[in-house]
């Protein structure tokens, strides 16, 4: 499983990014889907998830301000993001977990300026 994470950038406070992660094969029997991040320093994060039967996790700092989407037929699972704050300036990395393998796409920089 090959995943190809899009969409990072550079964004203003207050603004909105959208990743996308897709994914070499069908997502159908994934497990489940998410986006980490890691900030310079720092451990490696859960920000998001999305189980195969559509139970979302959040961490605490980015409910209500981040959500998980999942399109099977795109082969895609994305991560929109709104109200960003300088504070989610990352590194952000797609997840997905098959038959108890993890398989990680490359990371790609989000970086919120105040």
């Known amino acids: 499983v090959q995943l190809q994470a899009s969409g990072g950038g550079l964004v203003q406070a207050g603004g909105s990014l959208r990743l996308s992660c897709a994914a070499s094969r069908s997502i159908f029997s994934f497990n489940r889907m998410g986006w980490y991040r890691q900030a310079p320093g720092q451990q490696r994060e859960l920000v998001a998830s999305v189980t195969s039967g559509g139970s979302t996790n959040f961490a605490d700092s980015v409910k209500g301000r981040f959500t998980i989407f999942r399109d099977n037929a795109k082969r895609t699972f994305d991560l929109q993001m709104n109200s960003l704050k300088p504070e989610d300036t990352a590194v952000y990395f797609c997840?997905?977990?098959?038959?108890?393998?993890?398989?990680w796409g490359q990371g790609t920089q989000v970086t919120v300026s105040s």
């Open positions: 997840n997905a977990v098959l038959a108890d393998f993890d398989y």
